[in-house]
């Protein structure tokens, strides 16, 4: 059931209602208009740099009004409170009694919270990592590992995934890593037919250790090595596990060295910088690894020590909590233009859809306002000529994020100029439009009829993030900047950012289904009838 909530009844919220009757109407053309004195130093009032990244928040429907109440919410709703919370290691994660400190795995100072215990760590990490870039870890017969397989699923994926493809350009050129997440077996299977036993190393990641899909991933893997040869008493070679759970790796087979420990303070989503993130060290090295610790620290310590009002993550928060909660807008959109990046995207659904995708407040009532939008996208220039037609004469309003590396990782430079013009191009002409005047004069005399086609209604808002070039420092500061924009949201809204409840019913009732699937006999009756009827064709097919 809905309750009146206490945001809603905030001072700021309610000043923000009026303003956004004030000033929604207004259009972004008109506020960079040559006749506006204040257009000129638009661009330089709404750019703010902090962590190594320079964010351009000029081409938002937003005045300096607006930041202002935006800033004056956040400290209402008590984002300055909740930050220092989590980052001191307090209960933040209420419901599963649990601390959130991925920050203490990046952190620079020794005073950080668990300090000791992450760098132990990270030392048998790098010790590991080194073994097998140098060749000197070796498989069952006595070559060295030329293939990592990285076998988990959406925290233990997601993030090492994306940052092992995003920095490619400084991965050891001896080294395939591959990924394997869904229990779909064709992705496992895409990946053994192209590497080779003997050369390979399987990283079993589990928070938990018990998620289906890793776990039947993690034994047909097993299998495989045995089948190709791998005695029993070597398949240690080959294995090594990362989870919170080092007793169920063990139990799995694992040698007991061969585990690597991350701990119930850090939440699968936000765990890329501990062991999980084994894979990115072993493809870029334990340097270019700390690197991009030392790069999502610089952001901390931004996010922790910024006034509000030049803080990246509260206004990056904030400017997408004025568009869910006043504008109405459903989605968001990343486009960066970044091939690199390609993963960032889907990195960024689970970051923000399972951290703030809640409709329980922290006191247990329900809200009554929207809290996280969907998060989508593609890299820029291929989302050009696909749906960016949506984003420009579409009738829904949906906020983009542009993510622009000024420098090449690659030397194909004369490619990047396109690649930025594009870039650049899209929101200049999201925020400007064409009138129906302008269409007009484009369509020509006597097809004025053409003229509704060929307008654009422009005010679409556009953030462009700036990176000067894609290193460890800067995509550590990115993802960092990202993660606090969803803890700033979370708080605004008053859920608990940390929790995924949402996910238990499905696995549940997936197990009831999967035994109901490969039973010899079934009791379709204790499912819905289009439950037992998918249920009675998958036995057909599989002919059970
Ligand atoms: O089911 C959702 C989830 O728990 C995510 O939060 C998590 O990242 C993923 O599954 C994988 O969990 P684990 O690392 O425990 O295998």
Not at 48 to 61: A, M, Q, Y
Not at 429 to 456: D, I, N, Q, Y
Not at 510 to 516: C, F, H, I
Request: proline share 4%; hydrophobic share 40%.
């Amino acid at each position: 059931m809905t309750q009146t909530s206490t945001l809603n009844s905030l001072p700021a919220w309610s000043a923000l209602q009026s303003h956004y009757d004030a000033i929604s109407g207004e259009r972004l053309r008109d506020w960079f208009a040559p006749q506006n004195d204040a257009a000129p130093t638009r661009a330089e009032r709404f750019t703010f740099e902090g962590g190594g990244l320079t964010i351009d928040f000029s081409k938002n429907r937003i005045s300096d009004a607006t930041l202002q109440l935006l800033v004056q919410l956040a400290e209402e709703a008590g984002v300055t409170k909740r930050r220092d919370a989590m980052f001191n290691g307090d209960i933040v994660n209420i419901t599963e009694h649990r601390a959130a400190l991925h920050t203490a795995l990046r952190a620079q100072s020794p005073d950080a919270p668990f300090h000791a215990q992450v760098q132990a760590e990270k030392a048998k990490m790098a010790a590991f990592s080194d073994r097998v870039r140098d060749g000197s870890w070796t498989g069952y017969t006595g070559k060295r590992i030329r293939h990592v397989v990285n076998i988990g699923i959406g925290g233990s994926d997601l993030g090492p995934k994306m940052v092992v493809h995003a920095l490619h350009h400084l991965a050891s050129k001896e080294l395939d890593t591959h990924f394997v997440s869904n229990v779909d077996g064709a992705d496992l299977y895409n990946v053994l037919e192209q590497i080779d036993a003997e050369e390979t190393l399987a990283i079993i990641v589990s928070k938990t250790f018990t998620t289906l899909e890793t776990m039947t991933n993690a034994h047909s893997m097993r299998d495989w090595f045995l089948k190709a040869g791998c005695p029993e008493d070597q398949l240690s070679k080959h294995f090594v596990g990362v989870s919170a759970n080092p007793a169920e790796v063990v139990k799995f087979g694992i040698a007991k060295e061969n585990v690597f420990e991350m701990w119930d303070w850090v939440g699968g989503r936000y765990s890329l910088w501990s062991a999980v993130g084994l894979s990115i060290m072993i493809s870029v090295g334990p340097k270019n690894f700390d690197a991009l610790l030392q790069g999502a620290d610089a952001m901390d310590q931004h996010f922790r020590t910024a006034p509000l009002a030049v803080n990246l993550p509260v206004l990056m928060g904030m400017i997408g909590i004025w568009y869910r909660n006043f504008f109405g807008s459903q989605s968001d959109l990343i486009a960066p233009y970044s091939q690199a990046l390609h993963y960032l995207p889907s990195y960024l659904q689970q970051l923000e859809m399972e951290s703030n995708g809640k409709s329980a407040r922290l006191d247990g009532k329900m809200v009554d306002y929207p809290t996280a939008a969907v998060i989508w996208g593609e890299p820029g220039t291929n989302g050009q000529h696909a749906f960016f037609q949506m984003l420009h004469q579409g009738p829904t309003l949906i906020p983009i994020d542009f993510i622009a590396v000024l420098t090449p990782e690659h030397p194909l430079v004369d490619h990047h100029a396109k690649l930025l013009a594009n870039c650049f191009a899209q929101s200049e002409a999201l925020m400007l439009g064409r009138t129906l005047e302008e269409a007009k004069k484009v369509a020509g005399p006597g097809k004025e009829e053409l003229a509704t086609h060929l307008s654009f209604p422009g005010n679409r808002p556009t953030t462009t993030i700036m990176l000067d070039a894609l290193t460890p420092q800067t995509l550590g500061a990115l993802i960092a900047l990202y993660e606090h924009k969803v803890l700033v949201q979370g708080t605004v809204w008053d859920i608990n950012s940390f929790d995924q409840w949402g996910v238990e019913l499905g696995k549940i009732l997936g197990k009831v289904v999967e035994a109901d699937i490969t039973a010899a006999s079934t009791d379709a009756a204790k499912h819905d009838s289009s439950t037992s009827a998918l249920i009675a064709r998958a036995r057909k097919a599989l002919k059970r």
